[in-house]
């Protein structure tokens, strides 16, 4: 019988902790906030609703602009910066509300 071979051992990578625990980057808590729940869209930081129709709706959520795509859209709530939409949701859109479009 040959002897048995120790098996070599994995090198297992310890996790920065430094980066872990830092802080996250910059203009990370500016971004949008939204949460799909069934039918409804919940989001949080909406400043004001730019375009409304039942097929498209444009949300401005500080630097960026959130723009739905779908059918039988239509707004449920909107009350301070908290905006609950309903509907069939197909596309979400986001862009720089800063960022210069080509016509």
Do not use: N
Request: with cysteine.
């Amino acid at each position: 019988m040959k002897p048995k071979k120790p098996h070599p051992r994995k090198h297992h990578e310890r996790p920065d902790l430094r980066r872990m625990l830092a802080p996250p980057p910059q203009g990370f808590y500016r971004l949008p906030e939204m949460e799909l729940r069934g039918g409804s869209l919940l989001t949080d930081g909406c400043r004001r609703v730019l375009d409304f129709t039942p097929q498209r709706i444009c949300l401005d959520m500080g630097d960026t602009l959130v723009t739905l795509y779908g059918e039988e859209l239509r707004i449920e709530s909107f009350a301070g910066k908290r905006l609950i939409l309903a509907g069939r949701f197909a596309r979400v859109e986001l862009r720089s509300k800063w960022e210069v479009t080509q016509p």
